[in-house]
Structure formats: C-alpha cells, structure tokens
RNA sequence: GCGGCUAUAGUCUACCGGUAGGAUAUGAGCUUCCCAAGCUUAAGAACCGGGUUCAAUUCCCGGUAGCCGCACCA
C-alpha cells in the first residue's frame, strides 16, 4: 500500500480529514478537516503568523473572498485563467487549442497565437487537425476558466471566488500605506482560503478546489533590493535544484551566482526552510526548483517553488515570485486610480516579492514526512509531529478512574488548559491503551495520575518518542510543558 | 474528461442470487491498570439510481467517489 493511501486511511480514522459532505457522495477536490486536524492546521497558520508577520514586524489582513471582475480582469485571471479548449464530438476528449495551433502552425512560421477562438478554430480546420485518440472531429474552441463565476446582487454583476489571496492585498496596499507609516520597504500578508475549479483534481488534499493559502507581498523600491537582516541567514544551507541537478547552496551563494533575482527573494528562501524545518518536514527530501525563463508565469521576473518529495512524487508547495510592479500597475489602469507613491523625493509603484504557500498540501508532506511505521520500540503507528505542530500539547491520563484519580486529572486538565495548553483528556480504557492513542495523533507529552499523584502532588511526564517518564510536580507543569514546546523536546 | 481497476460497520475485511461472518476501533461494567492484557456487555455495514429475476449486497447498465495511467495543474 502507497504511503499515501494509508494517511488516507488514518486521516479518516482518526479525524485528520474526510471528503466534504460525505452522505451525498462527496465531490472531488473538496475535503473538510476533522477536530484532529483542524487543531494542526491552526498551528500551521499560527506558526506562519509567528515567523512571517509577528517577528518580522509586517502587517497581516483579511480581505474578501468575492471578488468583482474587474479587479481579476486587472490581475489577469480572467484572460490567462482560462484556457482555450477544443472538444473532440465523438470522444469528448479535450485538448488544449492554443497547444495544437502551436505546434502545427504558429510555432512552424514563428508567429504567436494574437488570442482570438476563431483563429485557432481556422488554423484546426486548415490543418484539418482531428482527436488524437479516435480521429474525431473537434468542435469549437471555447475558453475553460478555471475561477468560480456568481454574480453580485440585484443587477448580478459579474464576480468570481478568488483564485488566490493576492489580488485583495493589492488593491489594499494604497490604504495600508498611507495608515501604516508611509515607507517602504512595506509587507501585508494573508492567510485564507482560495478556489480554482480544476478540471480534475485528483490526489486528496494536494489539489483542492477550495483551499487555504499562506501568502506574504514584501513592497519595496526597486532601487534598493537589499534586506534587512540578510547577514544572519547568508550561511543558511539550501538544496537548490537548476536544470535537473540538485545542489546545496548557502544563502549568500544564491545572491552571488544570481541563482535568485535578489537579495530579497533569497531572504524568504531561507525563512521558508527555517518554517518548513520547524513544521517537521524532512528536509533531505526537499529543494526549491529555479525556474527557467520560459515556465515563468506572465507577471514573473524569477520563480523559485519549494518542492517537498512524497509517495504521490515531489510537490510543489511554496511559490517565491518577484512579480515586479505588474499587479499594482495593472490595478491601477483598470480603475484609473494612482496607485504609485511618494518615497525618497521620487513617485515610484513598488516592486512586489511574493512568498505563497498552500496549507493543505503542507499539511499532507507533514503528515507524510513525520508518519512513523510499528517497530520494536513501539507496536504501533505514529506520528512525529514537532510539539509545535501537534494537534495537543499534552494528553492527561488517570491511572484509573476511580479512587479520585479521576477527579483529580480533571482539576490538572483545568488548569492546564486555563494556562492555554491544548488538552487532550482521556479515562477510558487501559493507559497502554491511552498511551498509544496519543503517539498515533502525534501528542509528544502525557501526564499520568496515579496514587503517588494523591500523597504528594506529583504526575509522571511521558515522552512520545522513546515513552520514558519522569515525576515531576503538579504546579511546574505548565512551565515544564512549555518548555519543552519551546525546545522541542520529544524524548526524557 | 478519457481508459483500466475498485466500492460491505468508524477502519480493514469474509462469504453469498434467498440481506451478512470476523478483526480492530467505539460506549458501559469488572480487574490499584504505566505502554494496544483479559473478561462481561452494548451499539454498528452492502455508495446512489435503474434493469434482469419470484427474489439483487451478489449479475448487467448508468451515476458518484477512490486508486493507477493519459490529459489538465494560475
């Protein structure tokens, strides 16, 4: 069995994730997370916050999923979303118009296609190009627009879901500005949900219809593409991939051979390997791949992507863009308003670098990468989550219910949660039993009340990783356990 | 969307043209119970629709979802 169908399986069990609306059959592309995952996935976001927008001083919003067209018309979704389909009438195979007039006619005289359906429809009926797979006729090319569609109120005007959290940062970026100190360098960062209606998303939650994104915009003056900070992580080690081959690379190295347009971009290279290394990803199976000039996407000048290997191959999960001044500027042409402001005695659009992230995909490699099989330590499966990452800090446990051992886990499980530690409480079943159910959601601490626990105040800390213990007092647990979250501790 | 395979308790799975047996998980109880012990007990299942048939969970068709391959993946 693939790695994956079996956090598939433990995802359902075990309330990690399950397909969306499920009495009806489930649809494709959409899955809901559980009471289990949900609380990693808040940690995931809250761990983003921490190392994206808190510590690095920026600015964090929450702008509105419905978006009217114009703004995506603006971005370029509306054009380059959608792509020019051609349907074959007896199959109903679909191809890609654009490609096929590419490759028999455009490309041939060197030209490029000038965006209209009836050119391609001409150039198909010329060549007299038919399915590949049963020589069917093909109908007429039509644009597939990957963006959910609804309409805005009575006089329903034109609108999508948004396909990215982006585009709301852009157009709030002249009001941040003036609100928030009138400088520049200046980043605003999203964490939120986004759609794009695939046409067939397969592979559980690494190509979701509706899903969450992680997504920083650094604004700077293209004049002065330094950061701040870049000294301390210029030794930071990355497994870089350019051109198929894979090598490890400092930071300032990266700058040096112009692996990265800037130092900028470098900077979050190495904040992203320091998140996702905290998150618990192996990062012996992980490489940002430089794209070449001609994968870039239209409004990029350097795409680096994250991509983290696992049993469905490796995965693209962070995307570091340099997007130029093209959002700001072609938000400002299509509403007339001047977006471009004043710094350093000249008016300037910035430059924009983005850093965007999926969750849910991130949450699968971590799911995959810290996944632990039976061995002889333990008889069961389990998971390595860093305790920063788990879904509980700690998971309490009386030794028995009866005699006030219960009562008195129930008072420690107050308090500790009243001091903000996530709880997970249990009293049935044998502690064996109890012990490994924590290991197999990942809890890295148990606390067990026993009858010492009723003479003299004291519980035992169980260690998820090698499940050795030690007694310590009920009124340090609370530091105790965040000190432990703090550095990680996983074994006595 | 196409082709191949698949669909039985929460999960894994057995058998069968006459509606299902197990494992494991779950609830309750007993056992001073520290690494899935044991015992008692409770609850729990044939994806949806249509067809063939006296009778369909079983055979056939369609839908849906999953896996593999193709295409698609800002």
């Keep these: 069995m693939n790695l994956h169908e079996r956090i598939y399986e433990l995802a359902l069990s075990r309330s990690f994730f399950f397909p969306s609306n499920e ?78 007039a590419e490759e028999h006619h455009y490309n041939v005289h060197n030209q490029k296609w000038d965006g209209k359906l009836e050119s391609l429809d001409a150039i198909i009926a010329e060549k007299k190009l038919v399915c590949p797979k049963c020589k069917g006729e093909f109908g007429k090319a039509f644009m597939f627009n990957l963006m959910f569609a609804t309409a805005i109120g009575g006089e329903r005007a034109m609108a999508y879901a948004r396909p990215e959290t982006a585009q709301g940062t852009f157009t709030a970026f002249p009001r941040l500005f003036r609100n928030h100190g009138t400088k520049l360098p200046m980043a605003a960062g999203q964490v939120g949900r986004s759609f794009r209606n695939e046409i067939s998303p397969r592979k559980g939650l690494s190509r979701m219809r509706e899903f969450t994104q992680m997504e920083l915009e650094y604004f700077f003056d293209p004049n002065q593409d330094k950061i701040e900070g870049f000294e301390k992580v210029s030794k930071t080690k990355m497994n870089m991939m350019m051109g198929g081959e894979k090598t490890e690379m400092t930071a300032k190295e990266v700058v040096d051979n112009k692996v990265a347009p800037n130092e900028i971009m470098t900077y979050f290279l190495v904040r992203g390997w320091e998140f996702y290394k905290k998150a618990g990803i192996d990062m012996s199976r992980v490489y940002y791949r430089v794209l070449e000039q001609a994968e870039l996407p239209h409004y990029s000048k350097g795409n680096i992507d ?24 072609a938000h400002a042409k299509q509403s007339g308003k001047d977006v471009s402001v004043h710094w350093e005695g000249r008016k300037i659009i910035p430059h924009v670098f983005e850093i965007a992230m999926g969750v849910d995909r991130f949450f699968f490699c971590i799911l995959e990468h810290c996944f632990r099989e039976k061995s002889a330590e333990k008889d069961w499966e389990w998971f390595d989550f860093p305790p920063c990452i788990a879904p509980y800090h700690v998971a309490v446990f009386p030794l028995m219910k009866k005699d006030g051992l219960g009562e008195k ?72 356990i965040n000190e432990n979250i703090r550095n990680g501790r996983v074994t006595l």
């Excluded at 995506?72 to 389909?85: E, K, M, N, R, W």
């Excluded at 994250?306 to 500027?329: H, K, P, Q, W």
């Excluded at 924590?438 to 990783?465: H, M, Q, S």
């Design 23 to 100: 009495p009806y059959g489930g649809v494709a592309g959409f899955y809901d997370y559980g009471p289990v995952g949900v609380l990693i996935k808040h940690k995931i976001e809250n761990l983003w916050r921490e190392m994206f927008i808190k510590q690095e001083g920026f600015l964090e919003l929450e702008a509105s999923i419905i978006t009217p067209e114009p703004v995506l018309v603006a971005s370029g979704h509306v054009g380059t979303f959608a792509d020019p389909v051609v349907e074959c009438t007896k199959c109903k195979t679909r191809a890609r118009a654009d490609h096929l």
């Design 306 to 329: 994250m991509e983290v290997e696992t049993s469905y191959g490796a995965l693209e999960t962070i995307g570091n863009a340099y997007r130029t001044d093209f959002d700001l500027s």
């Design 409 to 480: 886990a129930e008072e420690l499980t107050k308090m500790l949660r009243e001091n903000g530690i996530d709880v997970d409480y249990r009293e049935s079943g044998s502690i064996g039993r109890r012990y490994a159910r924590a290991d197999e959601i990942g809890i890295p601490y148990a606390l067990t009340i026993d009858y010492d626990t009723l003479k003299d105040d004291t519980v035992t800390i169980r260690y998820r990783n090698d499940g050795k213990q030690e007694r310590i007092k009920i009124s340090e647990c609370t530091k105790a």
